[in-house]
Structures are given as C-alpha cells and as structure tokens.
C-alpha cells in the first residue's frame, strides 16, 4: 500500500475533466503528491514516540481523510474548493503512505538486520508494483464511474493497513540468522520477478487485445495466489522447523552494553578520543584479539600519561558509526551528508528522466509514450530488488562496503544519460532500461546502509531525512535545468521557422498553432541536460567511493566475523 502515489495519472483524468482544470492546475496537484510521498519527518518522529500500529493508523487516517475528500469534491457530493486546497487535500492523502513506508522499513530492518539488503530490496519492489496491483484489482472492478478509482485509493489501502497495524511490528524474538534465512529469500525473490512478469505481460495484453471482464477476474485471482504464495514459508517454518535450531546465529548487539555471552569483539573498544588520534591504521586490520590488545596498551598508557600529567584525556562524545545515532547526531557527520548528496545527485537526476520520459520520447518522434514509461517501471522494480540482492552479496561475501553498489549504480546511469544525450537509434530503450535500474538500486541500498552506519533506533527519522533528496534533486534538475533548456531550444527552433510561418500565415491562418506552448524536437531539446545529469552521476560516484573509503573499517566490524 505504500505506492498508491503511482495512481496519480490514473486518477489525474477525472480531476480535471470534473473539475475544469488546465494542465497547469494539474501539474499544481502533482507537485503536491510528489511532496506528500516525500516529506516523511512527521512519519519518522511518530514512530519514534507511537507504537508503530499507531503511527499506521495516523498514516490511514490521512489516506483516507484526503483522498476521500478529493473524492467527495469530484463526485459533487461536497462543495469545490480552490485549488490550494485540493493540493493541501492530495498532500494530506499521498503523505499518508510515508507512515506505511517508514513503519514496514522500521520493523523488517529490526527483525531482520543481517539480511536488511534483501528484505528492503522486496519491499521497495513490492511498493513498485503496488500501482500496477491496485489497477488491475479496479480492472476487476469494471465500473463506469472513473471516480471510484479514488474512492478506492482512499479506502482500499486504508481498510488493509488497519487489518494489519497490529501484526506489522519488531519482534525481539526472532533476531537471528537462521539457516533457512537465504532459501526464504531467494524464494521470495523468485516470486516478485513472477509477480513482475505477470504483470507486465497482464497490461500488454489488457492493452492490446478487448478482453471479457470473466478473463480479467481471472487473471485478478491468480495474481492474488502470486501475491499470497510467500505465506507459504510462514506455513512451512511453523510446522516443519525446529522455532529454537541450535545452529542460529546471535546477531550484533543494538548497544554497546556487555551482556553475558557476548564475544570481546561486541565490547566498545574506544574509551578516549586520543585512542583514535595515536592508533595506527594497520591495528584495525588485525584480529579481534590481537586489536583489543593493542587499543587496551594504548589506553594503559594514556591513563599513565593523564596520571603524570602529560596529557589531558578526555572522554568521546556522541556514537561512532555503525551505532545508534539520533538525528541531530548524524546531521553533523561527513559520512551522513556524503550519502544525502551522493543520493540528490543520482536518484535527483534518474527522477528528472522519469518526469520527463514522454517529452523526451515526443522530441525523438515515438508516438507511443505509454510503453517506456511501463519500462522505466519495471526496470525500476528491478533496479530496487536487484540492488538490494547485489549489495547483500558485496557486505556478506567480501565484507566491503555497502556505498560501492550505489557508485556502481551512478556510473551505469551516467552511461544512461549519454544514451539520452545523443539519442543514437535504439537510445531510448537502452538509457530507460539503465536509468530505471539505477534509481531503482539508490532505493533499495540507501536506506540499509544508513542503518548499518547510523543503527536502527532513530531510523525512521534518518530515512525520511534522506527521502528530501528525491524531490530537492527533481526540483534542481527537472524544475531549473530540463525545463530551461528545453524551452530555449524550443525558442530556437520557433525562430528558425520564423521567416516560414510568417510568410505563410497571411495565407493560411491557424495552422501553425502560434497560441500552443513551444515544442522542441530532435535529441538536441536534452542533449546538453542529459550531458550535465550525466557528470553529475559521475560527482556522486566520486563522494560514494569517498564514503567508501571512510567506512571500510565499519563494515570490517560488522562483517567480517562471518566471513572467518
């Protein structure tokens, strides 16, 4: 339920046609949905202080709050209001589905947080295809009336999310690594790239052939089997596994408190600050004992020091990484806002290309626009499971830094964009097929690696703090630098045919349609914009392999226990 906002342009129709807006009205609105689904610090700082049932309910509460009133007001059952409010109404509604988001990111990265590249990686993809879910369910449907499709925006996720509040929460339990931790996953993989071709190929089809509504019932109930065949571990683990098996793993611990059982290595191993500053570099590389050794001889002799009075020791303040930071602790850290650019300048630019995958395609002459957004989206789709797979296999198998997949990630959309750039034949399929799977993968590998360096405590709001990159990097890339230069292109190319219009319009008036806003055609209209999104990817390639660097000892710590 937590990709409703994918809806927006099936809904978009009926609001204008109803309400009697023009497409800068519309766009108003979807600037307002774009803000709804990206500011989530009242979902963060909510979950931090309400159980997380009660934080899903205020998130079903304004879903259905504001989208039921834009369908009230579509519907004439409730009086028209201006168009601020109707933008404060679809805010009020998308924002909702941050508090799903943050709340089903908040408890599987808890419940599972040695897997967390996985099971982020099916979430994100799962909200992926959520739009495309919830359209087929209305195909079923098979109303007349274009308005129920909002009234099934308000009310459908809602009644699901309550249905579920309770049962949607960390379980102290089960925080273990299992043996059957990487078939469960795998399995579930296998069931979202189905799901995805199931799907895809369910939309082609509805699209290009009348189908009887009895088939589209049909294809509606076996898409409801794909989606509940994952219960079918739960089944399997409940009946037929020991719940206590010997071989689990116990998993780091959340704070650095010596517990018994707990291995030397889990102890802190830093007292004073001046630890950091006389340490040599190679003392980290070495094993768990030897390094604890060396850091308690060192400190052995700063307490010598202190007593004679040689130096003045002093405690460190504030987590190291790979602890649990609050918000404000994390905002003035380097390796915080070097994840925070990195994000804005690659997931900013990959969501520029989404906004304007149709005039891009429109500029190239393709009559059918429909069909590269439905690629960007599955790539998408992809992008967020993939990401989350490779990533895992990066930390787990080699113990190296998370950030590298997201590098990997911005340099394959750099190569997308100067597919865009030079609109070479075939361009187009190739930059939306690497471009979607870019953005996509940011999704699924930020968010881990943001609790992996930052904990899981104050998560929620660390998350929704780094979703701000989303619409601060469109606002830069799309709303100054696309649109600018597409318009003064599209002014070139009015005055090149300056001299033709005006020796023809005497003789045939209105056919050159001088009242219609400018259009820009050929590869030239985001040629230079493609170039710039493209060095941009490349900048945040540098400060990931920069956060990279920085955080190699960290994910040692972290990691490198299982490898040996």
Request: glycine share 10%; charged share 15%.
């Amino acid at each position: 339920m937590a990709g409703i906002d994918y809806l927006f342009g099936s809904i978009s129709p009926v609001i204008k046609s109803s309400l009697n807006y023009n497409q800068r009205q519309l766009a108003s609105l979807g600037v307002a949905k774009d803000l709804g689904d990206s500011v989530g610090f009242l979902a963060g700082s909510l979950s931090e202080i309400l159980p997380l049932w009660g934080a899903l309910l205020v998130g079903a509460v304004q879903n259905l709050v504001g989208y039921g009133w834009v369908w009230l007001v579509v519907t004439g059952r409730a009086p028209v209001l201006p168009l601020w409010a109707m933008c404060i109404l679809i805010f009020i509604g998308n924002n909702g589905e941050t508090y799903f988001n943050t709340a089903a990111l908040v408890s599987c990265v808890q419940n599972f947080p040695k897997s967390r590249g996985p099971v982020v990686g099916i979430l994100k993809g799962f909200a992926g295809l959520s739009g495309a879910i919830l359209t087929q369910i209305y195909a079923t449907i098979h109303s007349p009336d274009h308005a129920s499709l909002i009234f099934m925006v308000a009310v459908g996720p809602a009644m699901v999310v309550i249905a579920l509040m309770f049962i949607i929460r960390p379980v102290g339990g089960h925080r273990q690594v299992r043996p059957s931790d990487g078939t469960s996953s795998t399995f579930v993989y296998g069931v979202c790239l189905l799901l995805a071709a199931y799907l895809m190929g369910v939309m082609l089809l509805e699209d290009l052939v009348d189908l009887s509504h009895t088939v589209v019932i049909i294809f509606t109930v076996v898409l409801f089997v794909l989606l509940l065949i994952p219960i079918v571990i739960l089944v399997s683990m409940s009946f037929f596994l020991d719940p206590r098996d010997p071989v689990e793993e116990p998993l780091l611990p959340e704070t650095p408190k010596q517990e018994p059982g707990k291995s030397v290595q889990e102890t802190p191993e830093v007292i004073f600050s001046e630890v950091e500053d006389e340490k040599l570099k190679e003392v980290d590389l070495l094993p768990a004992s030897e390094r604890q050794k060396r850091i308690a001889q060192l400190q052995a002799k700063l307490f010598q020091a202190a007593a004679d009075g040689a130096v003045r020791v002093k405690r460190r303040r504030g987590p190291h990484r790979g602890e649990d930071f609050t918000l404000m602790q994390a905002l003035i850290k380097a390796d915080f806002w070097l994840i925070f650019f990195s994000l804005l300048l690659g997931s900013g630019s990959g969501l520029t290309v989404i906004d304007n995958l149709g005039q891009m395609s429109q500029s190239l002459r393709y009559d059918n626009t429909h069909i590269f957004v439905s690629m960007i989206s599955i790539w998408n789709f992809l992008g967020h499971v993939g990401g989350g797979y490779f990533s895992e296999i990066i930390v787990r198998d080699y113990a190296y830094p998370r950030p590298v997949a997201m590098a990997i990630a911005q340099l394959v959309m750099a190569v997308g964009h100067v597919f865009f750039a030079f609109g070479w034949p075939g361009a187009l399929h190739i930059g939306t097929l690497l471009i979607g799977l870019g953005y996509g993968a940011h999704w699924a590998i930020v968010p881990v690696a943001a609790s992996e360096l930052f904990g899981l405590k104050k998560f929620g709001a660390l998350y929704n703090f780094l979703t701000l990159a989303n619409p601060a990097g469109s606002l830069v890339f799309s709303g100054l630098i696309a649109s600018s230069i597409y318009d003064r292109e599209a002014e070139k190319q009015a005055h090149g045919n300056n001299y033709l219009v005006q020796n023809s319009e005497s003789i045939f008036p209105g056919m050159f349609g001088l009242n219609e806003p400018l259009k820009c055609e050929g590869s030239i209209c985001y040629f230079l914009t493609s170039l710039i999104m493209s060095a941009f990817c490349v900048v945040a390639f540098v400060l990931s392999m920069i956060l990279v660097h920085r955080t190699k000892i960290v994910y040692t710590h972290l990691y490198g226990k299982q490898r040996s």
